[in-house]
């Protein structure tokens, strides 16, 4: 993957790997493993949720567990998006860095209290607290990398950004089995794997040390403060930003893709694993043996599977971006989402058709995530860029959040008359819909190949 878009007077002369420096490796390495532990949070979220609400609402029927725990996937979204736009802007106005630590040791610490949630409130009231923090990594990290590496690297580096976020899952699917191996020998009571699972996920706070003590501000955004054209106030980059009609014609852009996928990762693609769930608890029931154990096996090679083809979506995404443009890999991603995820939600059987159909589905919808990294930092100014960046990219949290009472209710309610797993099922092949709203964008959307970046 050797980059030819970013600054048209880049030296191609050479591999992009060649022309980073010692220091903007270690730049990549805090704030790709801010994202890394970002998303490992995330997935510890996705797949403890169930167990932990579970555990914390004794007596209450599946379905309206599952119910209530798209509300905290909700919650969790709007905390998220919150979170994103007030560090975005603050990285503008007081620093990236500085305000990439603050984010890390936010999800850092609601991650670990999460462990010592004693009711379904405070487990929803915790998540929202570490998706304050989470919310701001992303927007932050994308524009230290973007303003810090050399114009052949960037496309790259952000690519493999966002690549990361598949070893977090996949770190994450790691740790729950081992958790799941312990509590099946003893070691740890099984009721209790949840709590350890969000112990573990505290374990960033480390990296917000390191980022504290040695990462600096980015060149474009000391030049900006030397020049006294930083923000004025604290939230003062959004009146930057409105005013620019550059970087609001690609505000509008960036938003509508970025809702698009999030929704249809956050809103659709996540509740795979209830569908597995319910799935593959029928299946191993017909044929004997422990079925708990069973599932919980299945659902975890399926999420690696998935992941795996979440990576590779994303090489893809990046490969076409760099050959052939912005606008046609999402096109095609945005395409491949809305076939592959409705299909796989109409004809996901057995554990063997998730391990083939999981990967396909992971390529489709994670590869826009590969785009998002790319395109987004390269709509902006630098002196909005992070701002710019966390704005179109968390908004779509909002978006999500309401996708996911908007699946609750088309679960719980229209489809609720239908056998198990129907409701499911149905729920998530209406809400692919939404992927044509991102078709639609893409279309019309600026094309930034070969375009440097506006510093």
């Keep these: 993957m050797t980059p030819r878009g970013g600054d048209t007077t880049a030296d191609r002369s050479e591999p992009w790997w060649r022309t980073v420096t010692p220091y903007q490796w270690f730049v990549f390495a805090v704030a790709g493993g801010a994202w890394l532990f970002d998303n490992l949070d995330q997935r510890i979220f996705s797949l403890a949720r169930i167990p932990a609400l ?6 209450v029927e599946a379905l309206d567990v599952q119910a209530y725990a798209k509300i905290v996937t909700a919650l969790f979204l709007i905390g998220w998006g919150i979170g994103g736009l007030i560090f975005g802007s603050l990285g503008d106005r007081f620093g990236r860095s500085r305000l990439l630590t603050i984010s890390i040791l936010i ?11 004693a009711d379904e409130h405070q487990f929803a009231a915790l998540r929202f607290l ?3 923090g989470i919310g ?8 230290i990398i973007a303003e810090s590496v050399s114009a052949a690297a960037r496309l790259a580096m952000l690519a493999l950004l966002q690549v990361l976020s598949t070893v977090g899952n996949i770190g ?3 740790t729950k089995m081992g958790v799941d191996s312990l509590a099946a020998d003893g070691v740890i009571a099984a009721h209790d794997s949840w709590r350890w699972l969000f112990a573990l996920g505290a374990i960033p706070a480390l990296l ?3 980022s504290g003590f040695f990462l600096k501000e980015s060149d474009p955004w000391l030049r900006l403060k030397a020049a006294n054209a930083l923000p004025k106030s604290w939230f003062g980059s959004y009146g930057q930003l409105f005013a620019n009609r550059e970087d609001r014609r690609g505000l509008l852009f960036g938003t509508l893709l970025a809702i698009t996928g999030v929704v249809g990762l956050w809103g659709i693609g996540e509740y795979a694993v209830d569908l597995q769930h319910t799935v593959f608890t029928s299946y191993y029931a017909a044929r004997g043996g422990d079925v ?12 690696l599977l998935q992941m795996i083809g979440g990576a590779l979506g994303m090489f893809a995404f990046s490969f076409i971006a760099d050959r052939m443009g912005r606008r046609p890999a999402f096109l095609i991603a945005f395409t491949a989402a809305l076939i592959v995820t409705v299909f796989v939600y109409w004809r996901l059987e057995t554990p063997l058709d998730a391990y083939w159909m999981m990967p396909l589905m992971g390529a489709a919808q994670l590869s826009l995530f590969a785009g998002f990294s790319i395109y987004l930092p390269e709509l902006f100014g630098a002196n909005v860029r992070g701002t710019g960046v966390s704005f179109a990219y968390n ?7 309401g996708g996911s009472f908007l699946s609750a209710a088309l679960t719980t309610q229209v489809f609720a008359a239908y056998e198990t797993p129907l409701p499911l099922r149905y729920s998530a092949m209406v809400m692919c819909a939404v992927f044509l709203v991102g078709l639609t964008t893409a279309l019309f959307a600026p094309e930034t190949k070969g375009k440097a970046l506006r510093d």
């Excluded at 701001?136 to 524009?143: M, P």
């Design 208 to 210: 917000a040390v390191a």
């Design 395 to 401: 908004l779509g949290r909002f978006a999500a959040a």
């Design 292 to 303: 708990g154990a069973q599932v919980a096996n299945a659902k975890n090679w399926a999420y």
């Design 136 to 143: 701001g990594v992303f927007g932050l990290a994308v524009a």
């Design 172 to 174: 994450a699917a790691l």
């Design 130 to 132: 570490t998706g304050l």
């Design 54 to 59: 579970t555990d914390l609402m004794p007596g």
């Design 107 to 117: 999800y850092s610490v609601g991650t670990g209290l999460t462990a010592l949630s």
